[in-house]
């Protein structure tokens, strides 16, 4: 044990002191000094690459300070936080040693319950070559050291040292976002004011300071929700520190301030078309459909609505189709979101019903008559067209085709039955022209009576 050659050495520094004219007085200095010295040396050594490691310089110095008292350091430190440390151990007539007493700072390195991981064994007195003034680096963990001062006598001499864990060291700049409120107009622009709310938020060691600029205005410190009154386009700037000096970086929001809109006393602008296929007449043939359109400048349109004929005004939502042969008559109306009704408007129109198919017009007779005793079935067909037309005329007795029959005109043929008598019959005519550049063929039938000759 260490304790058992110094006790040994201290006894004999005692009985030097107590009849110092045994040795020269320089002679005893040297050897009370010269064993801390070297003890020293290896402390330091061990703490020096300790802080080497680390890699940087001891932030903390904890300082012990011993008097004449055997009793109790003078000072001791309670706490520390864990890290490099820089320790002194001094005593001497500047810190109440003026009997030039030894004392030692020594950590404990085997009691349970205490950390172990620092060798640290200081002795100093006035007198040696540190003038009692030690200093050396250590790397302390977190968790309690016992020290005492090695000095036979000395017990009362002891404390403990609570090492605490450093707190992190915050390095991210605080999140600040900002938000727009207020009354937007369509296209998202603030009507009358605008507020501009900054938030920030800080994880590590919080938010310390939040700052906006409006404009090209300076940066100010941020308390409380900023209005902006002011028409036009605006960028607000903003940042926030946190409390370990870590400022974000700077970001915006720009947004519009308009003036309100003067009240909207106008009513919308409301109009009808009619769609479908028109005939000569410009009446639509089998339907027509109503479309109706409204504009509103100012508040915009909010409803538009229709009443087809009597009946009543009912929402208008897609064009209305009109499909009843007669005369319609659709009013129509539009209101806009400030509650302008505009005037009744009313468009009327026809609807009729398709044209026939067209036809090759012809007036067809058919008779049967006497020429001597000999049945004859003469049959006429007359083109009532405006174009001439081609007739075929077909009996049991024949077929005639005749071309060309101009309007107006006619073809005609009587057909011996080379009998003296027929019962009744139908004589079948087609008429053919073009129009509108078709063929059309229409069939007509005419029937005859029956007729005796003998
Ligand atoms: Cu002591």
Redesign the pocket.
Known sequence: MRISSFSGFLSYVRKALRSPATFGRMALVMVAVALPTVWLSGVGAAAQDQGQQAGQAAEQTLVWT?DNS?TAYKSAPTTATAGLVTIVFETNASTGNTFG????LTFDDDSPGYNHDVNINIMASPFDTSGGRHEVQVNLTPGTYRYY???PG?AG?VGELVVTSPEPTDTTPPQVSASVSGEQNADGDYVSSASVTVSATDAESGVDTVEYALDGGEFQAYTAPVPVNQVGEHTVRYRAADKAGNTSEVQSVTFTVVAPQPKDTTPPTVSADVSGTKDTDGDYVESATVTISATDAESGVDTVEYALDGGEFQAYTAPVPVNQVGEHTVRYRATDKAGNTSDVATTGFTVVAAPPPAETPLTVTASSRCLGTSVYVAVTAVNDGDVPATVALTTPYGTKTVADVAPGKQAYQSFNARATQIGAGEVTVTGTSSIDGEKVTTPYEAAYSAISCG
């Open positions: 011993a055997y007493m030894t004392h030692t001062c090695e000095i000395h001499m």
